[in-house]
């Protein structure tokens, strides 16, 4: 069972380039999100996706596009990739509603993707 | 408005040793809260999650957490530290029905032989 799978796991860029990074699910999960982990700062959330066909931002989604391909899938694309996206990227997953209760059931990260932008 | 702040950045313990790891919330409803785990280059992992009536929750790995609504508080505890436990730690917080899910900064623990 691989969980949430992210591809590219290193990549650099030069400012200006663009790129994208995806993200599968295998749990069948609804939610998807994006999250950027820089020094000091813990985890910041770049976007969401509460359910197939539909995005929303986060805190910090300026620089940022997203695609909800399917359930499974969803993608983050930087269309102009800039040095203060230097960052680790992180996709999670999760189901909203735990063991039937008004609980939020936990997220479940991919391994990460370490982009640098020169 | 939630939040959460976990209120040291480094924590260091000799192994054998009590492990500590404290964090304080703000919900205005009964928040879902969680701890994880990060080793170096790696995910993050899932220790333990608070989404029940049951105030003291049992995680991986020995460790545990106690929810305080009255201090707002879910410290996470080990009895006894091992070398591989050095990690960072992040609390999170989550309200159901917000798809939003609130990390605290992370608190980095050191184990000393």
């Known amino acids: 069972n691989a969980g949430v799978t992210q591809t590219p796991k290193f990549q650099v860029l030069k400012t200006g380039q663009s790129m994208t990074l995806q993200c599968a699910q295998d749990?069948?999960?609804?939610?998807m999100y994006w999250y950027r982990q820089d020094p000091g700062m813990g985890l910041r959330l770049i976007y969401y996706?509460?359910?197939?066909?539909?995005?929303d931002k986060g805190e910090v989604p300026n620089g940022y596009n997203v695609s909800r391909l399917n359930k499974r899938e969803f993608s983050l694309r930087l269309e102009s990739a800039a040095p203060s996206q230097t960052s680790v990227y992180f996709c999670?997953?999760?189901?909203?509603?735990?063991?039937?209760?008004?609980?939020?059931?936990?997220?479940?990260f991919g391994e990460g993707s370490r982009l640098t932008v020169l | 408005a939630q939040s959460v702040t976990q209120l040291d950045s480094h924590v260091s313990v000799s192994e054998g040793t009590p492990v500590l790891l404290r964090c304080n919330y703000s919900?205005?409803?009964?928040?879902?809260l969680f701890w994880y785990v990060q080793h170096p280059n790696k995910g993050l992992q899932l220790l333990l999650k608070?989404?029940?009536?049951?105030?003291l929750v049992k995680g991986i790995n020995g460790f545990e957490a106690e929810f305080k609504k009255s201090e707002t508080s879910f410290h996470l505890t080990k009895p006894s530290a091992h070398m591989s436990d050095a990690a960072e730690y992040f609390c999170?917080?989550?309200?159901?029905?917000?798809?939003?899910?609130?990390f605290g900064t992370g608190t980095r623990l050191k184990v000393l032989a």
């Open positions: 999670a997953s999760s189901e909203a509603r735990y063991g039937g209760r008004n609980f939020t059931g936990e997220l479940f």
């Open positions: 749990m069948n999960h609804n939610s």
């Open positions: 608070y989404t029940s009536a049951a105030t």
């Open positions: 996706s509460a359910s197939e066909g539909t995005t």
């Open positions: 919900s205005s409803y009964s928040p879902s």
């Open positions: 999170v917080v989550s309200r159901f029905g917000t798809y939003k899910y609130i």
